[in-house]
């Protein structure tokens, strides 16, 4: 993986989970999602994070979830990480997973807090171990209570991180304050899952971010996080201020994918914005909300819809 990784940063610093576009026919639109990727890629994210809840993966299949890991990759070649979900609450499944995700040519593993189930903490420490060694990929975990029903604990932290394949987070926990700590005992890159914690996380040593709003404004993330790098705070606060109608726009109604998929049809990267039940796509009112939200952000001409 020739890319801009390091210990502390394994898959790069702003990466977008990002959307699977479809035709209007609901079938998996590999042309647009190369566009995408690209477009995502030359406008400063450091990697991509496919087939996760915000691209679909509970609708998508098999070989659709391979065809997209196998296009995004010829799109972006070496010039960012590219990360497959593997996940279910299956662990056979997620093992599977795992393995077409690597011989699609996926540089890593995104692998979710078994769903549902809510199994104990030994059970989510099986399924992950059991993944990444099916993998055999690097991997980043990821919590999101919110969604799961469970929350990795502390130890579970503790023993995963000394699997040779684990090496990052993505914390949709919203507990700053425990990451930190968690990143410390660990060593694990930790990264936000909540576009709206960048720069807290950055501030207690978080990697970068994991992002749905990053499909409208790459740039303003890539901004901040160099700004923050560079020691110069007030500037990265400023990047990142210019992020939030944008925020507000993509994930204040709860439903990332569908108005991700809005955005980048306003923005003219995606040529529409059809999803798969049980989501439903945007409606027009709820598009020119998101269009006004872009407009407000700065990376879209016109006056905002009222």
């Given amino acids: 993986m020739a890319l801009p990784s390091t210990p502390a940063r394994p898959f790069g610093a702003v990466l977008t989970a990002m959307i699977t576009p479809m035709t209007a026919g609901g079938e998996v639109d590999l042309e647009a999602a190369q566009r995408l990727a690209a477009w995502l890629v030359d406008h400063g994210n450091d990697g991509l994070v ?15 979830k391979a065809a997209l890991v196998r296009a995004v990759v010829e799109a972006v070649g070496d010039r960012a990480a590219v990360l497959a979900g593997a996940g279910s609450n299956d662990t056979a499944h997620a093992a599977r997973m795992a393995e077409q995700a690597a011989e699609a040519g996926a540089d890593g593993l995104l692998v979710v807090a078994p769903y549902y189930s809510r199994p104990s903490q030994e059970g989510v420490a099986r399924h992950v171990e059991t993944v990444a060694d099916a993998g055999g990929l690097p991997v980043m975990l990821y919590d999101v209570p919110g969604r799961t029903g469970v929350r990795i604990a502390a130890e579970t932290y503790e023993r995963l991180a000394r699997h040779p394949r684990v090496v990052a987070t993505k914390d949709a926990s919203g507990d700053v304050a425990a990451a930190a700590g968690l990143a410390a005992r660990t060593g694990l890159a930790w990264y936000s899952g909540d576009d709206g914690l960048l720069l807290p996380f ?75 039940l049980p989501l439903v796509a945007a409606s027009d009112d709820e598009a020119a909300a998101v269009r006004a939200g872009l407009v407000e952000a700065g990376v879209l001409a016109g006056a905002p819809v009222n």
Avoid: Y
Avoid at 50 to 64: F, I, K, Q, Y
């Fill in 202 to 276: 950055l501030a207690h040593g978080g990697a970068g971010v994991v992002s749905v709003a990053a499909h409208a404004v790459p740039d303003a993330f890539a901004q901040a996080v160099a700004a923050w790098d560079a020691g110069d705070h007030a500037r990265a606060l400023e990047a990142f201020r210019t992020t939030l109608p944008a925020i507000a726009a993509l994930n204040g109604a709860g439903f990332q994918a569908v108005m991700a998929k809005a955005a980048v049809e306003a923005l003219g990267v995606v040529p529409g914005r059809a999803v798969r």
């Fill in 50 to 64: 496919l087939n996760g809840t915000t691209g679909e993966a509970p609708t998508t299949h098999a070989p659709e």
